[in-house]
DNA sequence: AGCACGCCGACT
DNA sequence: GTCGGCGTGCTC
């Protein structure tokens, strides 16, 4: 008989019900490593499931007889013990299922990859030498983000060389630090755009062999590539977008998150866990500091800072270029320009573009992203859902923004009228309105559809998407940054954070004399962008969510499922001490999605409550919408301002 | 999920 | 009498 004949094993599932260890015998001669994916039988299905062996056991406290094991997938062992580890603790503390978090963390198999891989002969790599510290930067800073173990906000450098915003350049040489001393660093970035400038900067410092890049780009196949070269053992820099921050690397020195107010780092899977969340969790299994990176702070970053959790790097304003807003300029007239342009930023920007790229930040993207009957007025709303109607490029027909639908010929609900026309603008309308404002100049779009990570430091006027922004060679002379109204006009918890670092990042990507003009808006918000203040707004607002008892001064939870089943489940975690309800909507059908609100302390206690409910209700058979559960879901709470019963 | 077991209606 | 509807329950 083998060593350890009883393999536990967690089925790849993301039933709630299955979620949990069952015990299996490993056949003789079978080669089920810990880690490993096998194929089991479960139930009474006929066909096989994956699972991963967590643990070899000399037998199992089942009472019943254990089926075997069926076949071992692969004999690599994908799982590491602090990956599963720091898996199980995320679905504790998200109120979901740990199959769901590996689901996240681990790529499907590539045979052909593996087979590759396991044939390979790998030498040792070079060792890099300790860079020097970042110009500008304080040793006790510098020690202190090279030190594992250490939480700190890291407030990044303004201005690019080249084509390498300095704060992506700073970071490439921390993560070149730690790997000097052979500890290996996850990068996580927003997205695709980062990536490729921060692939760029650590590759002056750093060989390709040093690096794992996570792109989005990557075929399933490429990402279980990147996967198994992590689980070399040697120090690695991985780079990658939220899903690196699972990265199986060993002697995990740091994990950098960078800009994680972005919206791309909250998960829009189950069990939607946020990157700061895995990275802290992370750093609790292994002992890795954690970087919160960015040119702004995320309120949380703020909140974590405020209760002495993070510390901070100091923060040098020195370099930072200024911000004028037009509507607080004492002097000259603020007659529009052609191009919704204020004058004095009209005349900064023809001026600026004698000699460089000049940074149009817009807010919407398409071209026309709301529409209106011509007649009435009343908003273009889609006939089959209900949805707005907008138009996405000049000439295009109208189509529906929920489903998508076209409408080559539209009806007013209203009046009956048979036409439309914009309201408001997007970078379509805005990159044809300059065209003409500008003559000669030429005129580069940049947006989710029209993707650009750089653009020459020539005269050009560069339209772009808030988020899309590309790096102009050597900054932008000039930044003109519109539709700051707009912005701050909706109606979601997150604006404030947004805004500021929508306008910050682009402020960094100026050259170092260059002017940001904030073109239509004043107000406090302007005012301490202009002074380079947003840090102390964003105080203001944590303290005002903290008396508000809202996130991210408390969590909350968002439960979903049929009214009855949510009401009991309301009723019962309220009973705990700080619990309550901030209410609840309707969805489709007969469901409902309660938002239950609770201090931090009870909420590891409360996540339980929920999870087990969500099981138990799975297990019950009954039939109709499942319940569901969605911890920190901020998104649901705006969705409740909006449509709250 | 997926499958079997089980307990009531119309049917060769 | 029994074939088969799908409500109920469990998965090592």
Do not use: N
Not at 59 to 66: N, T, V, W
Not at 246 to 260: E, M, R, T, W
Not at 448 to 460: D, F, M, N, W
């Amino acid at each position: 008989m083998a060593k350890r004949p009883v393999a536990r094993v967690l089925p790849e599932s993301r039933l709630p019900q299955l979620d949990r260890v069952f015990d299996y015998v490993v056949p003789d001669g079978m080669d089920a490593p810990v880690g490993c994916r096998v194929k089991v039988p479960i139930g009474r299905s006929a066909k096989l499931h994956t699972g991963f062996v967590l643990e070899r056991l000399e037998s199992s406290d089942f009472g019943g007889e254990l089926s075997p094991i069926d076949q071992v997938l692969s004999p690599v062992s994908v799982l590491t013990d602090e990956v599963l580890e720091s898996a199980k603790a995320l679905a504790k503390r998200q109120a979901g299922g740990v199959a769901d978090v590996l689901r996240l963390a681990i790529p499907p198999r590539a045979v052909r990859v593996e087979k590759k891989w396991l044939e390979a002969t790998r030498e040792a790599p070079i060792i890099p030498s300790p860079p020097a510290a970042p110009e500008a930067m304080s040793s006790a800073d510098w020690e202190r983000l090279s030190r594992p173990g250490e939480k700190t906000v890291w407030h990044l450098r303004h201005g690019v060389a080249g084509s390498t915003p300095h704060g992506y350049a700073d970071i490439a040489a921390l993560a070149t630090e730690h790997l000097a001393h052979e500890r290996s660093v996850i990068l996580v970035v927003p997205d695709w755009r980062d990536i490729s400038l921060m692939e760029q900067a650590l590759l002056s410092h750093l060989q390709e062999e040093h690096l794992v890049v996570f792109s989005s780009e990557l075929t399933p196949s490429e990402h279980y590539a990147r996967h198994l070269q992590c689980l070399e053992g040697r120090p690695v820099v991985v780079l990658g977008s939220r899903h690196a921050v699972y990265a199986p690397v060993s002697q995990l020195g740091a994990i950098v998150v960078v800009s994680d107010g972005d919206d791309a780092h909250r998960e829009p899977l189950a069990p939607y866990p946020h990157t700061r969340d895995v990275a802290l969790i992370r750093a609790e299994q292994t002992g890795c500091s954690v970087v919160l990176a960015g040119w702004t702070p995320s309120i949380e970053a703020v909140r974590f800072i405020e209760m002495g959790y993070f510390g901070e790097t100091r923060v040098s304003m020195s370099s930072r270029p200024r911000v004028f807003p037009t509507r607080l300029a004492l002097h000259g007239s603020d007659d529009p320009a052609p191009g919704r342009l204020p004058s004095a930023a009209f005349a900064a920007a023809k001026e600026a573009l004698r000699t460089g790229p000049v940074l149009v930040q817009v807010f919407r993207a398409g071209f026309a992203p709301g529409l209106v009957c011509t007649d009435c007025g009343a908003r273009a709303r889609c006939s089959e859902c209900g949805g707005p109607l907008a138009q996405s490029d000049a000439g295009s027909p109208a189509s529906c923004a929920w489903c998508q639908h076209l409408h080559a010929r539209f009806h007013c609900a209203e009046c009956r009228g048979g036409a439309v026309r914009p309201s408001g603008q997007g970078v379509g309308r805005t990159v044809t309105e300059l065209g003409k404002a500008f003559p000669g100049v030429p005129v580069v779009r940049a947006d989710g559809e029209h993707r650009l990570a750089t653009v020459p430091g020539k005269p050009a006027l560069v339209v772009a998407t808030r988020g899309a922004e590309p790096v102009a060679d050597g900054g932008y002379h000039a930044a003109l940054l519109l539709d700051g109204a707009a912005m701050l006009q909706r109606s979601s918890l997150d604006v404030l954070e947004e805004t500021l670092s929508g306008w910050e990042w682009a402020v960094s990507l100026l050259k170092h004399d260059a002017v940001a003009y904030l073109t239509d808006i004043d107000g406090p918000v302007a005012t301490a962008c202009a002074a380079g203040t947003g840090v102390s707004l964003l105080s203001d607002e944590l303290r005002e969510r903290t008396s508000l008892r809202l996130p991210p001064a408390v969590r909350i939870a968002a439960i979903e499922g049929p009214a009855a089943v949510v009401e009991e489940l309301v009723r019962d975690v309220s009973t705990h001490d700080g619990v309550d309800s901030l209410g609840r909507s309707r969805l489709e059908g007969t469901a409902v999605r309660e938002i239950v609100r609770m201090p931090y302390r009870i909420a590891p206690e409360v996540a339980e409550l929920l999870r087990a409910a969500v099981v138990r209700d799975a297990l019950s058979g009954r039939r109709g919408a499942r319940l569901r559960v969605r911890m920190d879901d901020t998104r649901a709470l705006d969705q409740l301002a909006d449509g709250a019963l």
